[in-house]
């Protein structure tokens, strides 16, 4: 069986945290989750990620940041993004394939 998410947090320190059913457990920086978006777009042409708070925050709409998520149904999760983006669908096994812990970089 595939590990699904036993809770998703939106504004852990750090970016979204994420832990699995099988008890792994990992954080995902906005920035990051941002470039690995699975959409079509994306994959076609990589995004420009603002990961830097901007010097001068007035003109611009801050670093990159999850404003929101709908779970689509038992195997996916859709995110919204700041800067307006919100066409990517994250399947969990997709989530599970780009976990940036340590462990799971080491396997891949
Ligand atoms: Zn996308
Ligand atoms: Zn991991």
């Known amino acids: 069986m595939d590990p699904v998410p036993t809770s998703i947090k939106l504004a852990?320190?750090?970016?979204?945290?994420?832990?699995?059913n099988d008890g792994h457990?990992?954080?995902?920086?906005?920035?990051y989750?941002?470039?690995?978006?699975?959409?079509a777009t994306c994959r076609d042409k990589?995004?420009?990620?603002k990961?830097?708070?901007?010097?001068f925050p007035i003109l611009g709409k801050g670093p990159i940041k999850v404003t929101g998520?709908?779970?689509?149904?038992?195997?996916?999760?859709q995110f919204n993004w700041n800067?307006?983006?919100?066409t990517?669908?994250?399947?969990?096994?997709?989530l599970r394939e780009i976990c940036p812990c340590e462990q799971c970089r080491l396997k891949s």
Do not use: N
């Open 25 to 31: 457990q990992a954080t995902y920086s906005y920035g």
């Open 88 to 94: 990517g669908i994250y399947s969990f096994s997709y």
């Open 69 to 77: 998520a709908a779970q689509i149904g038992h195997y996916a999760v």
């Open 46 to 49: 990589p995004p420009e990620v």
């Open 33 to 39: 989750l941002r470039k690995q978006c699975p959409c």
């Open 51 to 55: 990961t830097e708070p901007d010097p």
């Open 83 to 86: 800067d307006g983006h919100a």
């Open 12 to 20: 852990a320190p750090g970016g979204v945290a994420i832990t699995w």
